[in-house]
């Protein structure tokens, strides 16, 4: 067959622009496999909702050039982690009650309640976090992200390269790496962490949460309106459990105590499985310990408490006084380290 004449051949400009919309196609990664449809799974009896996908999975917002930081592997590795988190859908929560509630109890066993033995405490000088931690050998499982996170915690490791830096519009606010698997933090700040992403060993993301109607209580004084707005605060993965803490940083009275509360969610089904009483929870940490949940509250001119909640219901079944609101909670040899605001505790855990 003859070839076209010259004035039955596409313009230039056309045949330019076709080749570069096949170059682009040619470059985008291969989209991941679909992440487990936790919203596809039924309610369970009682549960306040149904998981459903977020509101948020609009167009991708553009992606900033992926990093080579970390552990080495290649800037295209990074850009497929990257990918990978952008092209799934966040299960968007339903609304929590905002009050103790317990719906069906998370797997754990009947061992008894640790007590708590206040064996040291002392003032400490309010700005010296880091010093605390290098003089009791202690550290959190928290790796270094490329945002400005608020905290103070000595020892963070490096970010690895396949934990992706960002999600769509979101910045990466937080990641723990609590060995079998890593919590990412994901927000447009530290204070209004809204994303939770959960990845196995494998680096593979097992679940993927829109925790935002956990963030705004139901009720609050309107001219704290700007305050109340909370975040999530820190997760752990436990028997196919993730316990999550969510929470604002202001006066309890802003909120009338719809406040610092510690969660128990399905990881496969997004079902909240129960909810703490308020007011429990607004450490930077808390901590997982056998059956047991080890956590604190406090804040400006409100009581602080450390607390032990039972892990299967959430149920508090002690708490001690402290003299001003617990920043970080670190376990070590048989004892429960405590930073406060400006005391330092050690307790003996019996």
């Given at each position: 067959m003859l070839a076209a004449p010259p004035s039955a051949q596409p313009p230039r400009r056309t045949r330019l622009l076709a080749a570069?919309?096949?170059?682009?196609?040619?470059?985008?990664?291969?989209?991941?496999p679909p992440a487990r449809a936790f919203q596809d799974a039924p309610p369970l009896p009682g549960a306040p909702g149904v998981a459903t996908p977020s509101p948020h999975d609009a167009t991708p917002a553009p992606q900033p050039a992926p990093s080579t930081a970390g552990d080495g592997a290649s800037g295209a590795g990074a850009g497929a982690a990257r990918a990978t988190l952008d092209s799934r859908s966040p299960v968007?929560?339903?609304?929590?009650?905002?009050?103790?509630?317990?719906?069906?109890?998370?797997?754990?066993?009947?061992?008894?309640?640790?007590?708590?033995?206040?064996?040291?405490?002392?003032?400490?000088?309010i700005t010296d976090g880091a010093a605390w931690f290098t003089t009791n050998g202690l550290s959190l499982p928290t790796l270094q992200v490329p945002s400005a996170a608020a905290g103070g915690a000595s020892g963070a490791r490096p970010l690895p390269s396949f934990v992706p830096e960002g999600y769509r519009d979101q910045a990466l606010v937080k990641a723990i790496d609590h060995g079998d698997h890593i919590a990412l933090f994901y927000g447009p700040d530290f204070a209004e962490?809204?994303?939770?992403?959960?990845?196995?060993?494998?680096?593979?993301?097992?679940?993927?949460?829109?925790?935002?109607s956990f963030l705004t209580p139901p009720e609050f004084a309107p001219k704290e309106a700007a305050f109340v707005r909370g975040h999530v605060g820190w997760a752990v993965v436990k028997d196919?459990?993730?316990?999550?803490?969510?929470?604002?940083?202001?006066?309890?009275?802003?909120?009338?105590?719809?406040?610092?509360?510690?969660?128990?969610?399905d990881l496969a089904s997004g079902q909240l499985l129960w909810q703490s009483a308020p007011l429990v929870c607004n450490a930077e940490n808390f901590v997982l310990r056998g059956d047991h949940l080890l956590c604190g509250y406090g804040f400006t001119a409100e009581p602080d408490f450390l607390y032990v909640l039972e892990r299967a219901t959430g149920k508090v079944v002690s708490k001690l006084p402290l003299k001003s609101g617990p920043e970080f909670l670190v376990e070590k040899d048989g004892k429960l380290f405590v930073r406060t605001y400006d005391t330092d505790y050690v307790f003996e855990i019996r």
């Open positions: 570069a919309l096949l170059t682009a196609c040619a470059c985008q990664p291969t989209s991941a968007k929560l339903a609304p929590p009650p905002f009050s103790q509630a317990l719906f069906r109890p998370a797997p754990a066993g009947g061992s008894a309640a640790p007590r708590l033995v206040k064996v040291a405490e002392r003032k400490n000088e962490a809204r994303f939770v992403a959960i990845l196995d060993a494998a680096h593979e993301v097992v679940a993927f949460f829109d925790f935002d196919g459990v993730l316990y999550v803490s969510s929470g604002h940083r202001t006066y309890a009275a802003s909120s009338k105590g719809k406040n610092a509360y510690l969660s128990a969610i």
